[in-house]
Structure formats: structure tokens, C-alpha cells
């Protein structure tokens, strides 16, 4: 208050309260570099408070930087070799250009909490350090932090839309997570920003971003924080020396908040039921990544199976020098328990019991891999098949059934045969999960149309439902138990199976054979002018015959969002027969290294006859077509692919 205050001289920096009364004269100096608080209650006469007490451990530093090339967010974040994270600057320098970002767009950090966590992967913790290091000199008062640093990438999305009070509900988070890349001192680490709706940030933030990291020049850190024991669960309040501040930092469970929100959605009475059949077993390879606590959690806390229906479920650093990637080249244990090799062709167990049903997560538990007894699903069918049984999940039933679905451009068009037949919107997009987070939210945030309850997927392992705004990898097995569960009533019958299922799946909707094929590792130069050059012949190739093919259209994919209006372009080289079959070129955004170009065949097969071609057989042809197009032997010097799947 100013009322009764004659004449007010301040020097230096200074922080007032409302509960400060000026009388008379009043004349204020501070002549050291920290601002210092104004006492409360009345003051008046001479105040020097150069050596009065100020914020200690909360005291922010500005830290000279200067911008680092390389430093652009792809659909996923940023990733990069571990290396490079961990050299001067350059966490730092992108986690700033976030906080700077994030308070630009008008979200106010000093409000809510800020969540952390990530899948384990070397230099995790010490990451995690500095993330709240920073977040402190950016005015953050709240953070949850997962346990020992794990949090699933579905289970911060969970966090951060379920977890309460209101007031403390979460502004948005950081992910530390390089997916299903491998992990380690010599391999990938990266990170992510998930905004308050749980999903990952909208192309309008990363390029912000983006633009902040070519003109940083300094960073906030508060450098005399104190170092947070991850391992415990529990609260550390860190109050500032002159009692004006306090900040909160809370370990909270790595899977309490995603499980309890699944137990809502499935009906895990009727799983366990399946399971626990003499008939049925299941293994679920969590791949040393993070999701064994969530599978452990959910299948042998939830559902008393054995420890052994999850199999390397304890995370590691480096995924135990493995590639933690669910796919049949990466998830070797799991396929030979299978019966199967990494073609998904049947292999000789030696008399082996063969498990009703395996399933597989990656790094950060978003994607999932599902095989029956000596049977490979792909992800297309995969998200086809959960479409067409959406009602024996009670999320879905008990809202009116399925309304929307989605997938990604590149994913086969399985699901849109089950959309069409069962009236649900469908939606092609380009790969990103953002870009369905926004049909999910196209009523709640932008007041559009209602396309919930949703299910949405891309054919590289990633399914999910508008639950969260991230694929979930323990979703989708928790999905395929219910419908398992559904058809496997009657316990006296024999076990209808996961084969069972997707044959009599193909019998009603045909079969859409499809490939992909991953050159990993390429020079992105070359890679690069592969692409530009399809690119450049889009119109000669349009109408062009190979073979028995014709190509009705050549394009490079452009979206329209048709719930914000924004366009993404090159998003894909597309060469569409006029059969309906498909050849799609595509740079992947979420490689650590080099490039990876991904090569994408289709061909869709009505004939009943024609079900159970082998799929090799089935695509040979259009494979040495799509060789022809892209000429990637002459760029890249290989036409031998690193993975099929």
C-alpha cells in the first residue's frame, strides 16, 4: 500500500507483496544481482537489503548458450545419438526453447505441474535432473516425477488428463524417450513435450520450438537446487531462504494412474476368466523397456497370472543390449516361443508348448506386436479386427458403440473396410499421433464435431483409442484379451483362437496383403534425392504401366485437417494403381541416425480363394515395381531392406 507513503526511492531489484505497507519516506536499495524481497507489514525510513537472505536454492541463473544446429523436433521429438544429449548445451538448449515456447503460447507454468518421466534409457536420470533444474528458473512450482524415471509414454498421457486434484492438474510434460530406438551410452535418447490434452505438441509449438533453438543465447537454471532422490516414492518441498517461495516435487507411481484408468475401460473380470482357462496361456515381452512394470502390474497384481506370462519385464538402460522394437526382426525370444521365425513363417518347436497368445511392447510401451499360436497379426488387421469388435470393450459399448476411426496414410486400408460396412467415420492421415489427437478432441477444444468414441492406428505397431492422446501399447493386448474373451464364453467349447478370428475376419472383408520394408542407416542425402526425384516424375509416372500394374495416381501426400484447417505437406510419395493396390515411400522423422527409408506394399485380395497366399508370393510383383520407381539401389546403394515386417 501506497496510502500513507510520502516519497518511495527503490534501487536495485526488489519484490513487493501485497502485504506491504510504505509509510512516510521510504528509500529501498539493493546492490547485489539477486532480487530481494521487501518485508511485510510496515516499512518505512532507509532499507539496504544487499545482504539480506534471497531465494537460495530456488535462485535462478541465466546461463550463456548459443544455438545448436540440428536441434528440429520430427513427428515424435527429438532424437539423437545419447552422445550428443549429453554434450554442453544441448539438453538444455532444447528443454529452454520448450519452456520459452510453452509460456509464449500463453500456458502459464507457475499454475498446475509439470510432469516428467521416461523409459529408462541411458542418461535418463541425470536428464530428469536437469529438466527440473530448468523448470524451476522457469517459474514451475509443481512436479510429478515417475519412480526411479519411468513413466510410459500412454501412461504421462494418462497423468497428465486423469491425475488430480484440479488444482494441481498437469500443464503438460516432458518424455524422455527414443521409442523402440535402441538404447545406451553409443545409441539414441531423445525427448518430447506433451501438451495439456495429454497428446504431443501441435506443429504450430515444435516449430516454435524449432525457431527458439537457432536464436538461444542464454538459459534458466537454478544450479543449487537440490538433487532429487527418483527412487522413492513421495514429496521434497524445497522452500526459498527468504520464505517467499516454495516449489514441490512429488515421485509418483509409474503405473497407478494408466492401470486404474484401464480397469475402466476393459472388464479385467472376463479377462482373467480367459486367462485363467486350462486351454489359454499368454507371454507379453515387454523388452526391458517400461512397460514390465505396467504389464506386471496389470497381469499379475490385477489378474494373478505367473510371473512367467511376462517375460523381460525388469527396464533397462540399454534393453539389455537389445533392439526394443515389437516387430518379428527385433522380438526374437518372443517369436521362437511362438513357433515362428522372423518371416513369420512357421518354425519346428521340437514339441514345445506353443502359448495361445504373445504379445510385445517397445522402449516406451506405446506399440504393441500380437501373434497367435504360430501366427503373425499385422498391425493393420490388428486395428481392423479391434474396430469390428469394439463392443466387446465396455468403453466403447457402453457409450453407443465405435463412431470414428483413423489411420495413418501408410497403414493398409484393412480398417476401412470395417468402417464402411459398420457406418463409422473414417480418416486418413499422415503419420503422427498428433494429427488424431485432434480428431479426438475436435468437439472438447475446437467445437466441432463429435467423432467419439474413436480407435485410430498406423502399421508401425501403434493402436489406440481416444482414452489418452498417445498410442498404448498395453491397450491393444488388453483389447485382443476382450475379444478373445467375447468369442470364448462358453469355457465347455474349444478355444477360438487369435488365427480363428482373423481368417474369419478376412472371409467377411477380404485380405489386404502388405509389407513394409525399412532400409535403415541410409545416407540422408541420398535418401533424400530418392525422394525428391518421385517426387519430381509425380505427373510422368501418373498413368504409366509396369508389369500387370497401372498407376493411376502418382502424388506426395498433402492433409487437410478437417478440425483446425491446417495443411501438412510431403507427407509421403503415394503410387496408386488403378486396382486399389498401393506402393508409399516415406523418410521416417524418428530415426537417432542416417535415414531411414520406408518402403510400403498393398495389394487387396476380395477373392476367398485367394486368402492364404504366402505374402511374399502375394506381393512380388508390386515389390520389383515399387525397386523400379524409387531406383534406391542407384541412391543408396542397396535394394536389401534391414527389416521386413
Not at 518511495?8 to 505497507?21: A, D, F, H, P, Y
Amino acid at each position: 500500500s501506497l496510502v500513507n507513503c510520502k516519497r518511495l526511492t527503490i534501487k536495485g531489484l526488489v519484490r513487493m507483496s501485497k502485504k506491504t505497507k510504505f509509510v512516510g519516506e521510504v528509500s529501498i536499495s539493493n546492490s547485489s544481482d539477486e532480487s530481494k524481497p521487501v518485508p511485510t507489514g510496515e516499512v518505512t525510513g532507509t532499507l539496504d537489503l544487499t545482504e539480506a537472505v534471497g531465494l537460495g536454492a530456488l535462485k535462478p541463473s541465466a546461463i550463456g548458450s548459443a544455438p545448436i544446429e540440428g536441434q528440429k523436433p520430427g513427428t515424435s521429438g527429438l532424437r539423437k545419438k545419447t552422445k550428443v544429449f549429453m554434450g554442453e548445451h544441448y539438453l538444455n538448449n532444447f528443454v529452454q526453447s520448450t519452456f520459452s515456447a510453452v509460456k509464449a503460447s500463453g500456458t502459464d507454468v507457475s499454475e498446475g505441474t509439470l510432469v516428467v518421466g521416461g523409459d529408462g534409457r541411458y542418461f535418463n536420470d541425470e536428464a530428469i535432473q536437469t529438466i527440473i533444474k530448468m523448470g524451476v528458473a522457469n517459474g514451475v512450482k509443481r512436479f510429478w516425477i515417475g519412480q526411479n524415471g519411468l513413466l510410459s509414454t500412454p501412461a504421462v498421457s494418462a497423468i497428465i488428463r486423469e491425475r488430480g486434484p484440479v488444482w494441481q492438474k498437469a500443464f503438460g510434460a516432458f518424455i524422455l524417450t527414443a521409442s523402440h530406438n535402441p538404447g545406451g551410452p553409443e545409441e539414441d535418447f531423445g525427448i518430447k513435450y506433451n501438451c495439456e490434452n495429454g497428446g504431443p505438441a501441435p506443429e504450430k509449438l515444435t516449430n516454435q520450438i524449432y525457431s527458439n533453438t537457432t536464436t538461444i543465447k542464454e538459459y534458466m537454471m537454478c544450479t543449487d537446487f537440490p538433487t532429487i532422490d527418483i527412487t522413492k516414492a513421495g514429496n521434497t518441498t524445497v522452500k526459498s531462504e527468504d520464505g517467499t517461495a516454495e516449489v514441490n516435487v512429488e515421485v509418483i507411481s509409474t503405473t497407478a494412474v494408466h492401470v486404474a484408468l484401464l480397469k475402466t475401460i476393459f472388464d479385467f473380470p472376463s479377462i482373467k476368466a480367459l486367462l485363467d482357462r486350462p486351454d489359454f496361456t499368454m507371454v507379453y515381452d515387454s523388452m526391458y523397456g517400461v512397460n514390465g512394470p505396467s504389464a506386471k502390474a496389470v497381469f499379475i497384481d490385477e489378474m494373478g497370472q505367473p510371473e512367467s506370462s511376462c517375460l523381460n519385464a525388469t527396464p533397462k538402460d540399454d534393453f539389455n543390449g537389445g533392439h526394443a522394437d515389437p516387430n518379428l526382426t527385433y522380438a526374437k525370444e518372443l517369436v521362437a516361443i511362438m513357433g515362428l521365425d522372423k518371416k513369420g513363417q512357421k518354425i519346428d518347436v521340437g514339441g514345445k508348448p506353443i502359448p495361445s497368445f504373445g504379445a510385445a511392447a517397445d522402449g516406451d510401451g506405446d506399440r504393441n506386436m500380437i501373434l497367435g499360436t504360430q501366427f503373425f497379426v499385422t498391425p493393420s488387421d490388428s486395428l481392423a479386427i479391434i474396430a469390428a469388435y469394439a463392443d466387446s470393450i465396455p468403453f466403447f459399448r457402453t457409450q453407443g458403440g465405435l463412431k470414428g476411426v483413423a489411420r495413418s496414410m501408410p497403414t493398409s486400408g484393412a480398417v476401412d473396410l470395417v468402417a464402411k460396412d459398420m457406418g463409422f467415420d473414417l480418416f486418413e492421415t499422415p503419420t503422427g499421433w498428433k494429427y488424431f489427437g485432434n480428431l479426438m478432441d475436435s468437439k472438447d477444444i475446437y467445437g466441432g464435431t463429435d467423432y467419439t468414441p474413436f480407435i485410430c492406428g498406423e502399421e508401425s505397431f501403434g493402436t489406440g483409442s481416444n482414452h489418452v492422446r498417445e498410442k498404448d501399447g498395453i491397450w491393444a493386448v488388453l483389447a485382443w484379451l476382450s475379444i478373445l474373451a467375447s468369442v470364448n464364453g462358453d469355457a465347455s467349447k474349444p478355444l477360438v483362437t487369435v488365427e480363428d478370428i482373423v481368417r474369419k475376419h478376412w472371409a467377411q472383408y477380404g485380405r489386404n496383403y502388405y509389407c513394409r520394408w525399412d532400409f535403415e542407416g541410409m545416407d540422408k542425402a541420398g535418401a533424400t534425392a530418392m525422394v525428391d526425384k518421385m517426387r519430381a516424375d509425380s505427373q510422368a509416372n501418373t498413368g504409366r504401366t509396369m508389369g500387370n500394374y497401372t498407376i493411376a495416381t502418382a502424388d506426395d501426400f498433402t492433409y487437410v485437417d478437417p478440425v483446425d484447417g491446417s495443411v501438412a505437406k510431403k507427407q509421403g510419395i503415394r503410387f496408386l494403381m488403378t486396382d486399389g493396390s498401393r506402393v508409399i515411400f516415406r523418410l521416417s522423422g524418428t530415426a537417432g541416425s542416417g535415414a531411414t527409408v520406408r518402403m510400403y506394399i498393398e495389394q487387396y485380395e476380395p477373392s476367398k480363394d485367394k486368402l492364404d497366399m504366402d505374402v511374399s508370393k502375394a506381393l512380388e510383383d508390386l515389390v520389383k515395381i515399387a525397386l523400379e520407381l524409387c531406383d534406391i539401389k542407384t541412391f543408396c546403394g542397396t535394394e536389401t531392406p534391414t527389416v521386413i515386417t
